[in-house]
């Protein structure tokens, strides 16, 4: 990997409600106060349209087959051409009109306005845990079978939605394609918000030594579903940068990409990997 330019990268954290122009709205002006202070690529969290819920996704979906129709996509493009930044736009939900399927979709944008990547969230989120938590994504949403990264100028991207955090996998061929970060629009809640959401994203970055960032929504405690906040960014050698609470705000970090050569240099993993032992691991 070459010294590039740092990349000053901010997470918002933005308080969402039932109203989705009021959710773009608000959007708008937090990447626009992210661009002011210094920030060249600005993420948002995941569902940053609409609440998060299945009962949700369906009446908030858009079709991106025809973008000009689509206000979140134009809202996403427009403001990242306005500020000539890069755009995670976190995710929302889209309905692909030949088949009706529903996906959680997350959109990036160039600092042009163009769009660069489509990631739709590949491993949905179906858990059960009797008396905490039971959601079933797969109720409504279909999952995305590609795997999705981009270039900057800073270095090269991986972008993952949420649950796909849990899959170490898709942070591993992400980074060994070439990624020094990994972002994740999420939305973890309170019962494996406290005990998983720090620990995956250390361990994340910890497994393929690069920088993590985790962007979730503010809590809401009258929506129906209470996300955990704590959006955060972690650096490549597990230690976490910058982290917020639960109320909305932006977080700010400065990511170098040599600091991925001067950690893999000193606990040199990378190069100690004995595919030739676990080579049959997809069993
Ligand atoms: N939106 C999600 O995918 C939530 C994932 C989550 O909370 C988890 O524990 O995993």
New binding site residues.
């Given amino acids: 990997m070459s010294i590039l330019r740092p990349l000053k990268l901010a997470l918002v954290q933005l308080a969402t409600g039932v109203d989705k122009a009021a959710n773009l709205a608000r959007a708008r002006a937090k990447v626009i106060e992210a661009a002011k202070a210094g920030a060249n690529v600005v993420v948002l969290p995941?569902c940053f349209n609409s609440p998060?819920g299945t009962n949700y996704f369906p009446k908030y979906a858009e079709s991106l087959s025809q973008p000009g129709s689509s206000q979140s996509f134009a809202t996403l493009s427009e403001v990242a051409k306005e500020t000539s930044i890069y755009l995670i736009g976190g995710s929302i939900p889209e309905i692909d009109p030949a088949t009706n399927n529903l996906y959680n979709t997350s959109l990036v944008f160039s600092p042009t306005g163009d769009l660069l990547a489509t990631h739709r969230k590949i491993h949905l989120?179906d858990?059960d845990i009797p008396g905490k938590i039971k959601f079933k994504?797969s109720e409504v949403l279909s999952p995305g079978d590609s795997m999705t990264t981009f270039e900057t100028e800073y270095g090269k991207i991986g972008l993952g939605?949420?649950?796909d955090i849990?899959f170490p996998e898709l942070a591993m061929a992400a980074a060994r394609k070439g990624c020094f970060a990994m972002v994740y629009p999420?939305?973890?809640?309170m019962t494996?918000?406290p005990l998983?959401w720090s620990l995956l994203a250390r361990s994340r970055a910890v497994d393929n030594q690069i920088y993590v960032a985790l962007c979730s929504p503010a809590r809401d405690l009258d929506a129906t579903y209470h996300a955990w906040g704590h959006s955060m960014v972690v650096d490549p050698n597990g230690e976490v940068m910058e982290e917020l609470e639960a109320s909305e705000g932006i977080v700010i970090a400065d990511l170098h990409n040599e600091r991925v050569e001067e950690v893999r240099r000193g606990i040199p993993v990378t190069t100690q990997r004995r595919f030739d032992v676990y080579k049959n691991v997809a069993v």
């Fill in positions: 995941e998060y989120f858990i994504e939605i949420c649950y849990r999420g939305a973890f809640n494996t918000g998983h």
